[in-house]
């Protein structure tokens, strides 16, 4: 006898008198799935039911990967949200009409800010779901006038595999728990429900398999108890409604929702209107979260974004720099017109409050791109916005940019989505920008392309991944290493930063060195201690000398130039293994000097071959310095 007939032949006293976790849990809750196959004379399957909603009436969206930035956003104050859970695609939270006003026009991460009307279980057709609206609220009361408007969205949730493309030619998905299935099956193989068209061949009600007749379902629930008591039926309005529904059913399960914000996502921040933006231009949202995400202090911080593109994220710093609610800058939402219910009055409040908390920014916020169209549409949002005077936007090359102060925080979004041969000389000269002058701080990038992020040839602190629409995005951390020899101290939680390596690939010593290297190395050092000095002289006369102080309160050496073409003039350290930490044994060499490099290849006019790879034998590292130096 298999175990599973074992189990169900038994009685559930039986099960609970030998099972450890008797007293804890039921053993018929801890499997439910036998007792859904033919045991349901033994034990049914209870139906969920969510305590949230009673604490927890509010719900915010977001994108996937956000939902811990959100959560701390709604946590903190001037939120002050209650209850606070993460859930997928969004946060639910509690708290008065206050605290839903203040979501809607504080957030800065959500999506859409919804306040839950009713939920119920075992929805799974159009009459069950007309009769869930109808008792759902009092919606004589939220429709008072002739004039009021409604509009409503439904969300059908289904089978992940479903969803993503992978069901077959005839596979249905059960209406009752969302699992895709086999067309061979008329029953679904998880919760036994029966296939869709045997359902309506039984009883004959139509399932919910379409989003636009469950919205029209929903609709028609309304409008019919409305004419009902009032003997007229309220106008649908998709642009602007008074009263905007959305509806989520998942699994049975239906949720209600009267959304706060209003049919535009909370992404508009209204300084692009009219505006002709990029299809690709990072969403305001997305960028306040990278900024979230990177805990950008403007008081102590300068922020530098290299490649701003349409400014959205130096837009968004100087909102936070200064204060301003993003619901100050779009329209009023739908819940300032609801004057029969608190909200209104919270919104009048919330402003209020809001407009007298702004401030001026502490620190400046440099931008930089070198298209004059992007930086052009930048000023222009930046100018709707208001925060114009915060922000410095220069233009030029990123391999040529000297920010006008020294970054603390750089926060970026570096083209990913084109040409790999574009991409790539965009990401390399990024990674120059970043070694130079923003060396000792942390840089976090947006990114959706793997293979460009390896031209940064800088090793990652930290990954946060986001998926927005069809793309998978990961926020990418790098803790770059301030100069060798200076008395910076690294960012906190700092491993490893890559060397700067020539463009094509790099030399990594994994092994010690032979004593004939050594020999070549050594001649090699003497030349650059020679050589090093008349060109470090020529360099510093030809253009003034410009200090970078760090962290601890020191200051740098000079240097001069800018973007990538400082980076090949300057030494790179590879230790080599086996030896003693910050020593050389004897017959080893620790470092590998790229000046001496780049002035015997002028000199030759020979072009060494880097190799991509992390290690190189004895005998072909000394076969290329001979190559090279011959």
Request: net charge neutral.
């Amino acid at each position: 006898m298999q175990l599973s007939q074992l189990l169900l032949a038994l009685a559930p006293a039986q099960l609970n008198a030998f099972c450890p976790w008797a007293g804890v849990r039921p053993l018929v809750q801890l499997f439910p799935r036998f007792t859904s196959r033919g045991a349901n004379a033994v034990c049914a399957r209870q139906p969920r039911v969510d305590s949230f909603e009673e604490h927890e009436p509010f719900f915010a969206s977001c994108l996937s990967g956000l939902e811990p930035l959100l959560a701390a956003e709604l946590s903190r104050l001037p939120i002050g949200a209650t209850d606070v859970r993460e859930g997928r695609l969004g946060v639910h939270f509690g708290g008065g009409k206050d605290v839903g006003a203040r979501a809607v026009l504080w957030s800065r991460c959500a999506m859409r800010v919804m306040e839950l009307l009713h939920s119920e279980d075992e929805v799974h057709d159009q009459p069950a779901l007309y009769d869930a609206v109808v008792r759902a609220a009092d919606w004589v009361s939220l429709l008072p006038s002739q004039r009021s408007t409604l509009s409503v969205q439904a969300v059908l949730s289904i089978d992940r595999a479903a969803r993503n493309g992978r069901a077959r030619p005839g596979d249905w998905v059960c209406n009752s728990c969302g699992a895709l299935n086999f067309q061979s099956r008329d029953e679904c193989f998880k919760c036994d429900a029966p296939k869709a068209g045997l359902a309506d061949k039984q009883d004959g009600a139509q399932p919910l398999t379409h989003s636009h007749f469950t919205a029209l379902t929903v609709k028609n629930a309304v409008c019919d108890v409305v004419r009902e008591a009032r003997g007229w039926r309220p106008s649908v309005d998709t642009a602007d409604p008074d009263t905007p529904l959305l509806l989520h059913v998942h699994r049975g399960r239906m949720q209600l929702y009267r959304v706060l914000s209003g049919i535009p996502s909370l992404h508009k921040r209204g300084y692009r209107a009219d505006m002709a933006v990029h299809a690709a231009a990072l969403k305001e949202n997305l960028a306040a979260a990278m900024l979230l995400h990177a805990q950008y202090d403007p008081t102590m911080q300068v922020l530098c974004d290299p490649m701003c593109g349409s400014g959205t994220i130096p837009i968004e710093a100087a909102l936070i720099a200064t204060n301003t609610a993003p619901g100050l800058l779009r329209p009023p939402p739908p819940l300032a017109r609801w004057r029969n219910e608190e909200y209104a009055e919270a919104w009048a409040v919330a402003t209020a409050e809001a407009e007298g908390a702004r401030t001026l920014a502490p620190l400046p916020i440099l931008a930089n791109d070198k298209h004059g169209g992007a930086l052009a549409l930048a000023r222009r949002s930046a100018q709707a916005a208001g925060v114009d005077h915060c922000i410095t936007f220069t233009q030029g090359e990123v391999a040529d940019y000297v920010p006008e102060a020294p970054p603390q925080l750089v926060v970026s979004n570096p083209p990913w989505n084109v040409r790999l041969e574009e991409g790539e000389a965009a990401w390399f000269d990024l990674g120059g920008f970043l070694r130079v002058e923003a060396a000792g701080c942390s840089a976090f990038l947006l990114s959706g392309n793997a293979e460009l992020t390896r031209r940064l040839r800088m090793r990652a602190n930290g990954k946060l991944p986001i998926e927005q629409a069809d793309a998978s995005l990961r926020l990418i951390r790098y803790d770059v290493l301030p100069p060798r020899g200076s008395d910076a101290v690294p960012p906190a939680g700092t491993r490893t930063a890559q060397a700067p390596a020539k463009r094509g690939g790099r030399i990594a010593v994994d092994k010690p060195l032979g004593s004939p290297l050594s020999a070549a190395l050594d001649g090699v050092r003497e030349e650059t201690q020679a050589t090093g000095a008349a060109a470090a002289a020529a360099a510093a006369a030809a253009r003034p000398t410009r200090h970078t102080p760090s962290e601890a309160g020191h200051e740098q050496a000079p240097y001069a130039g800018g973007g990538a073409a400082r980076v090949r003039g300057k030494a790179v350290a590879r230790k080599a293994q086996g030896g003693a930490e910050g020593t050389a044994e004897p017959g080893q060499e620790n470092e590998v000097v790229k000046e001496s490099f780049e002035t015997r290849r002028r000199q030759n006019g020979r072009e060494l071959k880097f190799v991509d790879g992390t290690s190189l034998a004895e005998n072909e590292l000394e076969h290329a310095f001979r190559e090279m130096y011959k």
